[in-house]
């Protein structure tokens, strides 16, 4: 059974950057999508980027276009998530998920993933 765990997580200020990593065991890795959720105190969780089985697409909820940026390196079974301009509203824990397919037609739909990590937390200070 694949296992996905993050890393990266920590407290920040405002403005500052972070980024979550995300290792996946196996071999299958490059062949699917990956994308990136957080959950915030009180609140569903959410996704907030996408990306297809090589990087050529990507994805990303409209309140973090511009700051975030999804990425993925086959060759080490790893997805990242780079966070610039980070605000207290990202306060979250944040996890990855693997996709059921190669890529992706609602990136937004969990329903479209099988697979999740525990999570890292981030903590954006004001």
């Known amino acids: 059974q694949v296992q996905l765990v993050e890393s990266g997580g920590g407290l920040v200020q405002a403005g500052g950057s972070l980024r979550v990593s995300c290792v996946v065991s196996?071999?299958?890795?490059?062949?699917?999508?990956m994308g990136w959720f957080r959950q915030a105190p009180g609140k569903e969780r959410e996704s907030i980027a996408a990306?297809?089985?090589?990087?050529?697409?990507?994805y990303y909820k409209d309140s973090v276009k511009g700051r975030f940026t999804i990425s993925r390196d086959n060759a080490k079974n790893t997805v990242y998530l780079q966070m610039n301009s980070l605000k207290p509203e990202d306060t979250a824990v944040y996890y990855c998920?693997?996709?059921?397919?190669?890529?992706?037609?609602?990136?937004?739909?969990?329903?479209?993933?099988?697979?999740w990590g525990q999570g890292t937390q981030v903590t954006v200070s004001s």
């Open positions: 196996g071999r299958t890795f490059s062949m699917y999508g």
């Open positions: 998920a693997r996709g059921r397919l190669s890529t992706f037609r609602d990136s937004s739909s969990e329903e479209e993933f099988v697979s």
């Open positions: 990306i297809s089985w090589n990087g050529g697409a990507t």
